[in-house]
T-cell receptor, first 114, second 112 residues
Framework: DAMVIQNPRYQVTQFGKPVTLSCSQTLNHNVMYWYQQKSSQAPKLLFHYYDKDFNNEADTPDNFQSRRPNTSFCFLDIRSPGLGDAAMYLC?????????????FGPGTRLTVT | DQQVKQNSPSLSVQEGRISILNCDYTNSMFDYFLWYKKYPAEGPTFLISISSIKDKNEDGRFTVFLNKSAKHLSLHIVPSQPGDSAVYFCAASTGNTGKLIFGQGTTLQVKP
């Protein structure tokens, strides 16, 4: 089945220790998104790639970076995690970037910062 | 400033009855609205959507209503089933960005 896969599902890192979350997709979609969802809050878009074009949200901290080496994979790098970065991180894809194109989400990676 | 709001964190209904989930938005530029459903330990999955040029869209047991003048949309589930128990997110987008602005979610519990 075509899908969006996120690894790991649970990640524990230490305060200030860099961490990378990964996302892969078998849907061959052009667009890949990273969302951050804190407890009982709305998922919040951090950035997205349209093919190789990177689009950062204005309020995404510099601590968060992303890489998309090819169509299938996208990585979220947190350079120096703080306690406030503990959250669920959701990866999503869409065939195109238009409003009508629904997004397909992975199961998420829950990040704990100790 | 939260542009999409779901003011009810939770809703409980009896099996077979109607579930009504509500969503309010502030940005009149939104042109597309979507509902996503999320089970524990899974990512959100698309449920139903509506364009701003329409006021109703129906798909089986699910109907979404849009009231642009009130900047309000609602999701009706009839009849509700225990398998519908999940968190429901309302989302809105504008133009060609595909960027979704989500509400905080409403947890629906359907009791047998």
């Amino acid at each position: 089945d075509a899908m969006v896969i996120q690894n790991p599902r649970y990640q524990v890192t230490q305060f200030g220790k860099p961490v990378t979350l990964s996302c892969s997709q078998t849907l061959n979609h052009n667009v890949m998104y990273w969302y951050q969802q804190k407890s009982s809050q709305a998922p919040k878009l951090l950035f997205h790639y349209y093919d190789k074009d990177f689009n950062n949200e204005a309020d995404t901290p510099d601590n968060f970076q992303s890489r998309r080496p090819n169509t299938s994979f996208c990585f979220l790098d947190i350079r120096s995690p703080g306690l406030g970065d503990a959250a669920m991180y959701l990866c999503a894809t869409s065939r195109d970037g238009g409003s009508k194109h629904e997004q397909y989400f992975g199961p998420g990676t829950r990040l704990t910062v100790t | 400033d939260q542009q999409v709001k779901q003011n009810s964190p939770s809703l409980s209904v009896q099996e077979g009855r109607i579930s009504i989930l509500n969503c309010d938005y502030t940005n009149s530029m939104f042109d597309y609205f979507l509902w996503y459903k999320k089970y524990p330990a899974e990512g959100p999955t698309f449920l139903i959507s509506i364009s701003s040029i329409k006021d109703k869209n129906e798909d089986g047991r699910f109907t979404v209503f849009l009231n642009k003048s009130a900047k309000h949309l609602s999701l009706h589930i009839v009849p509700s089933q225990p398998g519908d128990s999940a968190v429901y997110f309302c989302a809105a987008s504008t133009g060609n960005t595909g960027k979704l602005i989500f509400g905080q979610g409403t947890t629906l519990q359907v009791k047998p």
